[in-house]
Structure formats: structure tokens, C-alpha cells
């Protein structure tokens, strides 16, 4: 069993930058990916970001690339989102998710944990 934990959400207005963390308090293997996700109620969970937990690889979705970034401390088994130029749109609660078992890394069913998730909120 892995335990995920999210802290570092809240409201901004739009333009502004918040970051995120998901620490794990379990080792997650080199082949593993650990993942952004977000979900607006009554809309399917969208796969945010993703970084590989041996290369380092990492993959955005469109909608983020180029204002997101994630990166992890593998000392600490912690993953950061970076969120920049945030807009109302990327308003949702975000969660971090690992335990990939090798399908398309955005797709949620394809990971087996999931932390509890934390609310980013942006005005206009």
C-alpha cells in the first residue's frame, strides 16, 4: 500500500502561480510514474502532468504545457507541480496518483494509488 499526501493548493487569482506537492511515505520504484491529475465535479479526472520516477521523463498535457512543470525530490519521494500563468480554467481539485501499470500515463485507470486530492481555485 502507498500513501499519498497533497498539500499546497488554494485560491489565486488568474496570472498567478501556485505549487504543489504529493510526498509519498513509501519507496515507489524507478519504473513507476508519479502523476497530476485534476477534476472539475461532473467531468471526467483529466491527467495533468506525469514524471517517471527512474529517468525523470515527463509528459503535460496540452492545455498545461509550457506554463506547468513538474519535478521531484527523490530523496524525499516527493513530486512538485509547479503551476504558472494559472488561469480560471485550471480551477478543479488536483490529486497526485502512482502505481502506473504501463497503459497511457494520462489515463487514470491506469494507477493504482491516489492521495486525497487538494482544491486550486482561480479567479478572475
Known amino acids: 500500500q502507498v500513501e499519498l499526501v497533497e498539500t499546497g493548493g488554494g485560491s489565486v487569482q488568474a496570472g498567478g502561480s501556485l505549487e504543489l506537492s504529493c510526498s509519498s511515505f513509501?519507496?515507489?520504484?524507478?519504473?513507476?510514474?508519479m502523476s497530476w491529475f485534476r477534476q472539475v465535479p461532473g467531468q471526467e479526472r483529466e491527467g495533468v502532468a506525469a514524471i517517471r520516477t527512474g529517468d525523470t521523463s515527463t509528459h503535460y498535457s496540452d492545455s498545461v504545457k509550457g506554463r506547468f512543470t513538474i519535478t521531484r525530490d527523490y530523496a524525499r519521494y516527493t513530486v512538485y507541480l509547479h503551476m504558472n500563468n494559472l488561469k480560471p480554467e485550471d480551477t478543479a481539485m488536483y490529486y497526485c496518483?502512482?502505481?502506473?501499470?504501463?497503459?497511457?500515463?494520462?489515463?487514470?485507470?491506469?494507477?493504482?494509488?491516489w492521495g486525497q486530492g487538494t482544491r486550486v481555485t482561480v479567479s478572475s
Open positions: 513509501t519507496f515507489i520504484y524507478g519504473g513507476d510514474f
Open positions: 496518483a502512482t502505481g502506473w501499470r504501463g497503459g497511457p500515463w494520462s489515463n487514470p485507470t491506469e494507477y493504482d494509488y
